[in-house]
């Protein structure tokens, strides 16, 4: 994954089964719109601590842009968090993720009574799906990269 030198982090919660309390917690470079991670889990404040726990320290240190839920504002240094107001756009591109993820596994559809394998086949299923989001990303990356170097010289 490529990784801008000026990005920041956009962290958002997307609910797979409200019955079984079972949320998708993802977080996505602003830049490049790539998950850099991806819990699933309750909604408890500990599942924040566990998506920041798996970016690697780089973005760790990057501005985080999250919805107003408590849960961010207690787990995330101040000095580095933003909250966005509902509408305003702060989090457009992690929602963006979250509706393409949504499209491309039937099982985040809330419609859907939620996952009836095992949270290993939950995973694996979703590993194929943020696989597939992030190839594509970096193939779109590439080419504007391509595109601003082509129209530089």
């Keep these: 994954m490529i990784q801008p030198a000026v990005d920041a982090l956009e962290m958002d919660e997307l609910c797979i089964s409200k019955r079984r309390n079972l949320w998708l917690w993802t977080a996505v470079s602003r830049q490049t719109s790539q998950l850099l991670a991806c819990v699933i889990g309750d909604r408890g404040g500990a599942n924040v601590d566990a998506l920041r726990a798996l970016l690697p320290a780089t973005d ?28 305003d756009g702060g989090t457009s591109v992690v929602e963006g993720v979250n509706n393409s993820l949504r499209h491309r596994c039937s099982f985040l559809v809330r419609r859907h009574s939620g996952p009836r394998h095992l949270i290993e086949s939950v995973t694996l299923r979703l590993d194929r799906a943020v696989r597939a989001h992030n190839a594509a990303c970096q193939k779109r990356w590439d080419q504007r990269q391509r595109t601003a170097t082509t129209s530089a010289t």
């Design 60 to 87: 760790k240190r990057r501005l985080i842009y999250t919805d107003g839920y408590a849960a961010y504002s207690e787990r995330l240094p101040a000095a580095r968090h933003r909250v966005c107001q509902k509408g």
